[in-house]
């Protein structure tokens, strides 16, 4: 069996600053965000984003991942917890962030963003689904290197069955890994040659919602069940409930039949977006 490597945290220090692995991971996706966004934009005219505004787009959508991803560790996960530590929200680096969460606060900056520029909503997050993936990939390794998130217990025959010694002696799924191949490289490589073609106003987005939703929802039968808002464990994990939704207005998105993406910014199409990612 394999045993976690009990990674230090802290990546390194410069003086009394402490720079920790996960911060880098955060780092690391949104480089990749700007990286494969000014690649997307170059190929992809149609959509209208060009290099300032592909930097205001990550400007807000770290702010929505950082401010929603916490809120929604401390609200769908963890209430109890902070409730007693309240300090302790604000600690991100600590890790506990909470994708659903992030999503919201996502799709709340980027309605924040497309009101401000008079650009259609379902136009920006259609060209910056593809963009996400390598985000969560590098999230869930930050989540490896910390040591959180493990998976439920597994047959020592497992390859690559794993002992999180801070954890037990069991030998348990390493599902943090699981998350960073599935809803990281997998979504990522699939969605990518997807969105490649021209595709019909908001299918991009629905593809990523329905391949995130049924990515996570299978890997949560490989991790430990998050205890939940009522302090107990489920036999339908807090992720997939999470999902759900998301596979559901996916579903609906693919089927809507809108003009192009690139052919609408704004006006009836990107107005009903509003309303629609607002819900």
Avoid: C, K
Wanted: no cysteine.
């Amino acid at each position: 069996m394999l045993i976690h490597p009990q990674f230090d945290p802290v990546a390194f220090s410069l003086g009394p600053l402490s720079v920790r692995w996960y911060g880098l991971m955060y780092l690391a996706g949104f480089a990749a965000f700007l990286l494969l966004g000014r690649w997307r934009a170059r190929q992809r005219p149609e959509f209208g984003i060009d290099a300032h505004a592909l930097d205001d787009l990550l400007f807000w959508g770290v702010i929505g991942v950082i401010v929603g991803g916490r809120l929604g560790q401390v609200l769908f996960y963890e209430p109890t917890y902070y409730l007693a530590r309240p300090l302790e929200i604000l600690a991100v680096w600590h890790g506990g962030m909470s994708f659903h969460g992030g999503f919201l606060g996502v799709v709340l900056a980027m309605l924040f963003y497309a009101r401000r520029r008079g650009l259609g909503f379902w136009q920006i997050t259609d060209f910056i689904a593809p963009l996400v993936p390598p985000g969560l990939m590098f999230g869930r390794l930050g989540n490896f290197i910390n040591g959180e998130l493990w998976g439920r217990i597994a047959d020592p025959s497992l390859p690559w069955a794993m002992v999180f010694p801070h954890v037990d002696a069991l030998p348990r799924h390493p599902s943090p890994l699981y998350q960073a191949l599935g809803e990281g490289l997998l979504l990522f490589i699939v969605l990518w040659f997807y969105a490649r073609r021209p595709r019909p106003l908001g299918h991009v987005s629905g593809f990523f919602l329905v391949g995130y939703g049924v990515l996570r929802s299978v890997a949560e039968f490989f991790r430990e069940p998050d205890a939940g808002i009522l302090g107990q464990s489920y036999v339908v994990s807090m992720g997939q409930w999470l999902s759900l939704p998301m596979i559901a207005f996916g579903l609906w998105l693919l089927t809507r039949r809108w003009p192009l993406a690139g052919e609408s910014q704004s006006g009836r199409h990107g107005g009903s977006g509003r309303r629609g990612g607002g819900s």
